[in-house]
T-cell receptor, first 115, second 110 residues
Framework: NAGVTQTPKFRVLKTGQSMTLLCAQD?????MYWYRQDPGMGLRLIHY???????AKGEVPDGYNVSRLKKQNFLLGLESAAPSQTSVYFC??????????????FGPGTRLTVL | GQSLEQPSEVTAVEGAIVQINCTYQ??????LSWYQQHDGGAPTFLSY????GLEETGRFSSFLSRSDSYGYLLLQELQMKDSASYFC???????????FGKGTTLSVSS
C-alpha cells in the first residue's frame, strides 16, 4: 500500500494563478483532511471531508476550495493564489471512528511558494 | 472552539528524560493525541489518551488528566533521532477532525 500520496511535491506560482493539489489514499478511509503548516504555527486545518461527496470548513478555509468526488481522492484548489498562501500543505486520512484512537495518516506534503 | 498550549522549544542531552506539556480548552473532549514530525517530514502518530492516566509505548509515555485539561508526553533514554517537533492534538467539537497545537521542537544533543 502506498498510504497517502500528494501531487505535486513542489510548486512555484505567481500571484493570481490557480492550481489544484491532489491527495490520494489507498486505505479505504472515510475521512480526509487538508492542513497547512507555517513556521511557528503548527498544523492548521483548512478543509476536511467525512465521506465521498461531503466537505466541511476547518480553521483557515478562506482562499481555498475542496472536492471529494471519489472516496480515495481529496482535491485542494487555490483559485487566485496569494503570497500569504506560501506554505507546506499536508493531506491526511483516517477511519470514521469518532471515539477512538482514529489515527491520522499523513502524506509527504506539498511545498508551495507564491511569488 | 478548541485551543492547545505547549512549549515552543525543549532541549535535552542523550540519555536524559524530557517531558512536553500540553494544556487544552475544548468544547467536547474525545481524547488527546500526540504526533511526531521530523524536519521536512510528515507527522506520524505517537499516542492517544482518552482516559486519565499513563499510557506507555516503549521509551515514550503519554499522560492525561481530564479534570485539569492537561497532558504530557514523556520521552525516556533520549536519542539523537528523537530530535523532532511534537504536537498535541484534540478533536473538534463534532469529533470529525483534529486540531493541533503549535508544536514543541525538541533538540537532543550529545
Amino acid at each position: 500500500n502506498a498510504g497517502v500520496t500528494q501531487t505535486p511535491k513542489f510548486r512555484v506560482l505567481k500571484t493570481g494563478q490557480s492550481m489544484t493539489l491532489l491527495c490520494a489514499q489507498d486505505m479505504n478511509h472515510e475521512y480526509m483532511y487538508w492542513y497547512r503548516q507555517d513556521p511557528g504555527m503548527g498544523l492548521r486545518l483548512i478543509h476536511y471531508s467525512v465521506g465521498e461527496g461531503t466537505t466541511a470548513k476547518g480553521e483557515v478555509p478562506d482562499g481555498y476550495n475542496v472536492s471529494r468526488l471519489k472516496k480515495q481522492n481529496f482535491l485542494l484548489g487555490l483559485e487566485s493564489a496569494a503570497p500569504s498562501q506560501t506554505s507546506v500543505y499536508f493531506c491526511a486520512s483516517s477511519t470514521d471512528r469518532i471515539r477512538s484512537t482514529d489515527t491520522q495518516y499523513f502524506g509527504p506534503g506539498t511545498r508551495l511558494t507564491v511569488l | 472552539g478548541q485551543s492547545l498550549e505547549q512549549p515552543s522549544e525543549v532541549t535535552a542531552v542523550e540519555g536524559a528524560i524530557v517531558q512536553i506539556n500540553c494544556t487544552y480548552q475544548t468544547s467536547g473532549f474525545y481524547g488527546l493525541s500526540w504526533y511526531q514530525q521530523h524536519d521536512g517530514g510528515a507527522p506520524t502518530f505517537l499516542s492517544y489518551n482518552a482516559l486519565d492516566g499513563l499510557e506507555e509505548t516503549g521509551r515514550f509515555s503519554s499522560f492525561l488528566s481530564r479534570s485539569d485539561s492537561y497532558g504530557y508526553l514523556l520521552l525516556q533514554e533520549l536519542q539523537m533521532k528523537d530530535s523532532a517537533s511534537y504536537f498535541c492534538a484534540v478533536k473538534n467539537q463534532a469529533g470529525t477532525a483534529l486540531i493541533f497545537g503549535k508544536g514543541t521542537t525538541l533538540s537532543v544533543s550529545s
